[in-house]
């Protein structure tokens, strides 16, 4: 039931308008971002210097979410000696820690849990899947609040790769 009622809450998150998200981070410098990965590592934004940055909001019981995985995954593994960096930040309960790990063992990209991150500047979550894209610079190029909220090779190719290829 308690499933049911977030799956709700979701849905209907989704039909408000992306304004209430505030301000749209796109062309701004990322805001701090922090976590502790589940391997046990660290991911600091500021350490990404140089580097793409792809940030994936989700959680086990998002359908969207975990279908939009493997393409983030083969994405990723295509991509990731060009300077990708890709981290999944699990919305879940941290009860279901166990669920979580058991989704990302079959990923290559690190995932941390929402309990163990740091990322106050980019709005209060209200809906899943949430993806912004961060260039070398450490500009936002895709604000998920204002953008498509789904994820799939086609449209990472489209907005990542060029990233990937600017110097």
């Known amino acids: 039931m308690i499933r049911f009622l977030v799956s ?3 849905a209907l998150g989704a039909c408000w308008s992306a304004s209430s998200a505030g301000a749209s981070l796109e062309g701004k410098p990322a805001p701090a971002f922090d976590a502790k990965l ?4 660290t991911f ?3 350490d ?3 580097a793409v940055v792809v940030v994936n909001l989700w959680a086990t019981w998002c359908a969207p979410c975990r279908a939009e995985m493997p393409a983030i995954d083969a994405y990723y593994r295509k991509h990731r000696d060009e300077g990708l960096r890709i ?3 699990s919305m879940d309960d941290p009860k279901d820690e166990q669920k979580v ?4 063992k079959d990923f290559a990209f690190p995932a941390a849990l929402a309990r163990d991150t740091a990322m ?3 709005g209060r979550i209200w809906r899943i899947p949430l993806t912004f894209v961060i260039d070398r610079q450490g500009v936002v190029r895709k604000d998920g609040w204002f953008a498509d909220p789904g994820i799939d090779g086609p449209l990472l190719e489209r907005e990542v790769t060029p990233l990937l290829r600017a110097r």
């Not at 589940?38 to 590592?41: E, H, K, V």
């Not at 790990?101 to 990302?104: E, F, I, L, S, T």
Request: glycine share 18%; net charge positive; aromatic share 4%.
């Open 8 to 10: 709700a809450l979701v």
């Open 38 to 41: 589940m391997d046990g590592g």
């Open 44 to 46: 600091k934004l500021a």
């Open 48 to 50: 990404a210097s140089g």
């Open 87 to 89: 981290i999944a930040v």
């Open 101 to 104: 790990r058991a989704v990302m």
């Open 120 to 122: 106050k500047g980019y």
